[in-house]
Each structure stands twice: as structure tokens, then as C-alpha cells.
């Protein structure tokens, strides 16, 4: 059984900083690629930050030069966001895909920016 956990989130002022961690439990074998989700009341869930299998990393324009996407070689998944804006809040899922197709998600963890 596999299990994804986001933490790290919470209520920060435009321009500061968090950082998102993503827990795993149990063992993905053949991983495509890994990365980080947002979803804002009334959106469609968007791609933040990917890692490829080849250890490329990608960001969408919107959080291109702010965010960053990184891994501990093993089972935690993280995602440094800086500068933050208004328009990031959202709700940060982090997501694993096999090589066969399946995805793996976590539950979620909320990032509200506001003054």
C-alpha cells in the first residue's frame, strides 16, 4: 500500500515563504516522474512542479523563478515556494506516476497568501 502526506502548509503574507514536504509510505517501483499540484476554489488543478525520471526539473511561468521542487534521494518529496502571491492559494497536493500509468496522490495540504 502506498500513501502520500503533505505538510508544511499554512497562512503567510505576500512575499514570504513556505516550504511543503510530501511523506511516502510503502515502496513505488518504477517511477515516471514526481511533482507538485495546486487546486484554487472554482479551478482546474494545475502542475506547480515536476521532476521527470531523468531528474529534469519544470515549472510552469506562473511560479517559474520562486518555487523550487526537490527530493531526499528516498521517500520525502518537497517543495520550496518563495515570494509568494495572493494567486498561490490554493490547496498543494504532491503526486507520484508509475511507469504503468498509475498515480498516487496525497491528501492535500492548504496555503492561504493574504495580509
Not at 26 to 38: D, E, P, S, T, V
Not at 94 to 106: A, K, P
Amino acid at each position: 500500500q502506498v500513501q502520500l502526506v503533505e505538510s508544511g502548509g499554512g497562512l503567510v503574507q505576500p512575499g514570504g515563504s513556505l516550504r511543503l514536504s510530501c511523506a511516502a509510505s510503502g515502496i513505488i517501483f518504477r517511477i515516471n516522474a514526481m511533482g507538485w499540484y495546486r487546486q484554487a476554489p472554482g479551478k482546474e488543478r494545475e502542475l506547480v512542479a515536476v521532476i521527470s525520471s531523468g531528474g529534469v526539473r519544470e515549472y510552469p511561468d506562473s511560479v517559474k523563478g520562486r518555487f523550487t521542487i526537490s527530493s531526499n534521494g528516498k521517500n520525502t518529496m518537497y517543495l520550496q515556494m518563495n515570494s509568494l502571491k495572493p494567486e498561490d492559494t490554493a490547496v498543494y497536493y504532491c503526486n507520484v506516476s508509475s511507469e504503468n500509468n498509475r498515480n498516487y496522490w496525497g491528501q492535500g495540504t492548504q496555503v492561504t497568501v493574504s495580509s
